[in-house]
């Protein structure tokens, strides 16, 4: 009985929850970074070597996570379009233009990096790894 259970877990679909909370893209259970919180700095990039569920390998090859800054360019310009619609619609088109969008943006960017860093390397390895 406990190894159908085992068996049923290790086959479910991993949903797009398990993508924001950091888990494996294959089995949706084991956890990718070592620490849950991405504002722990020392620990922001410490990530397990395999899924402590499913057994995957999160770091297949050398220089895997490369390709990983163009998820992390792609995640900052959606981001900064985002804040840009929103300034436009609070503050209108021409203020949204202004040295004090780019500056706020520009903030906020640094202060969500770490989170960013994280989601570009989780889009990364799930690209790559997504249960069809
Ligand atoms: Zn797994």
Known sequence: MIQHEQVTNHLMTPTASDFFAGKCPRCGQGKVFVSSNPFNIRKMAAMHEHCDHCNLEFSPET???????????????????????????????????????????????VLLSPVFFRFSRLSWLWIFYKRG
């Not at 804040?83 to 500056?103: E, H, K, Q, R, W």
């Open 63 to 109: 220089g895997f996570y490369w390709g990983a800054t163009y998820m992390s360019y792609a995640i900052t310009v959606a981001f900064s379009c985002f804040t840009f619609a929103i300034s436009t619609v609070a503050f209108g088109f021409m203020n949204s233009l202004s040295l004090n969008y780019v500056l706020v943006n520009g903030i906020l960017l």
